[in-house]
């Protein structure tokens, strides 16, 4: 398997350019790093991704992951993460690629697929929206198709979007086939967590009503704690909190100070916002803020 990866790695690397690119392909990413990586805090979309070399270590709520290049990641909601790359030197980097999920390819390619042709997975949402299994053969040789449209960029527009089908035709078939099923169905368990989510990520500075949220994703009070937990390793409260400390985030690395972030994004308590913000991030606001400032921060979910 790592024969298989090689020539796709040093092709993404002759492309890459900053820790974090996105590439002329659409949807797709790379990341690289030379170095291990102290927690990069995100909010991952629906993705796969494929280390080439190094591993990765992710903490979604309170579920931890560690991958490699022998295993690959797909989550199948938006997830607040804390990710850390913890192998990576300038002689071996880490490198690896990450493509959104689009539902809308995902649902077309299912529908030109026999059933049994899908693989198990999290159709009842009995466990999380993310999880990482075993590489194949077939899957790598989907992502060198995808990525060596690197070096032809001419014709992305027409092969593109047949490659990313191959790799979602060989995920389909995998023991994570399931998770990519629930992501394409409008009445799937993850559907309607999705909707609740949708609504957070847009009204996060508001005050948190379960009902109301429970009525968005067509759930019960009580099944619609239990499934959102299932989906995402965390309660609708943790959830919005972390949701919070990212928009907050994102206003002081624009330039806003502490106290009118906190309040922004609908804290009512300074001092709450601090112990919060720094138990999220490792650093109290201010000091984060000026840490941001100083550097290109952007998210990396690859």
Do not use: N
């Given at each position: 398997m790592q024969d298989g990866l090689e020539p796709i790695r040093r092709q993404a690397m002759r492309h890459a350019n900053s820790p974090y690119d996105e590439t002329v392909i659409p949807r797709v990413a790379l990341a690289t790093l030379t170095a291990p990586s102290s927690g990069i805090v995100s909010i991952y979309e629906p993705v796969t991704c494929l280390i080439l070399q190094g591993t990765k270590q992710v903490v979604i709520g309170d579920q931890l992951l560690r991958y490699d290049s022998a295993s690959y990641f797909v989550a199948s909601l938006d997830l607040p993460a804390v990710s850390h790359v913890v192998e990576a030197s300038?002689?071996?980097?880490?490198?690896?690629?990450?493509?959104?999920?689009?539902?809308?390819?995902?649902?077309?390619?299912?529908?030109?697929?026999?059933?049994?042709?899908?693989?198990?997975?999290?159709?009842?949402?009995d466990g999380p929206g993310f999880a990482v299994s075993a590489v194949t053969p077939d899957l790598v040789e989907a992502w060198a198709g995808l990525l060596a449209l690197l070096d032809r960029p001419d014709d992305v527009a027409m092969l593109a979007p047949l490659r990313e089908r191959e790799i979602l035709y060989r995920l389909l078939q995998?023991?994570?086939?399931?998770?990519?099923?629930?992501?394409?169905?409008?009445?799937?368990?993850?559907?309607?967590?999705?909707?609740a989510i949708e609504w957070m990520r847009s009204h996060y500075e508001e005050a948190l009503r379960t009902a109301a949220l429970a009525e968005i994703a067509g759930m019960s009070v009580a099944s619609f704690h239990r499934h959102f937990k299932a989906a995402t390793a965390m309660s609708p409260l943790q959830y919005q909190k972390l949701l919070r400390l990212h928009a907050?985030?994102?206003?002081?690395?624009g330039g806003a100070e502490a106290s009118r972030a906190a309040y922004a994004v609908g804290y009512e308590s300074a001092s709450q916002f601090s112990r919060e913000y720094r138990r999220a991030f490792g650093l109290p606001p201010s000091h984060d803020a000026e840490r941001l400032r100083g550097t290109a921060w952007q998210a990396v979910a690859a």
């Open positions: 300038i002689e071996r980097p880490y490198v690896a690629a990450a493509l959104t999920l689009d539902r809308a390819v995902i649902a077309d390619l299912i529908a030109t697929m026999p059933a049994e042709m899908i693989g198990a997975g999290t159709d009842s949402m995998g023991p994570l086939g399931g998770q990519l099923r629930e992501i394409a169905q409008s009445d799937s368990r993850t559907a309607q967590i999705r909707r907050a985030r994102r206003l002081l690395a």
